[in-house]
């Protein structure tokens, strides 16, 4: 049998912590989507998208990149300053295929909102009517 060194140990058990790149191009979660481009990613809510406006590189599993959220409404799109966009932070912390994302509105310091993905996940959106 053979012995398993406590260094060994500890690099495998930070090995799921660091990412330090996205290994899955779709993740989804309970009210969200996220599909990573080569120059960020498109963000699917329920009534709502986003998009990441820079490349995610985490460091340590962790990232913060500028994007934009628009929010949504049923019926007829318009021209309507309530949907224009609006500056957001989009702020992660990824564990393997595990990913919980903060994103913030910084036009007034606005949290939208925490969510839980799964890299490869299909998400769980609901459409506004």
Known sequence: ?????P???????????TVNFLSFSTWGGIHIGLTITVGGARVEYDCA???????IS???????VQGIHRAGVGGPIGIDPATSPRPARYEGVVRGDRMTL???LTDKNERLGVFELRGGASPQVFKCL
Do not use: K, N, Q
Not at 1 to 5: C, H, L, V
Not at 7 to 17: D, F, I, M, T, V
């Open 102 to 104: 903060t994103v913030t």
């Open 1 to 5: 049998m053979a012995i398993i060194r």
């Open 58 to 64: 985490p460091v340590d599993g962790r990232f913060s």
């Open 49 to 55: 998208e986003g998009e990441i406006l820079e490349p």
């Open 7 to 17: 260094a060994l140990l500890l690099l495998l058990a930070c090995s799921e912590l």
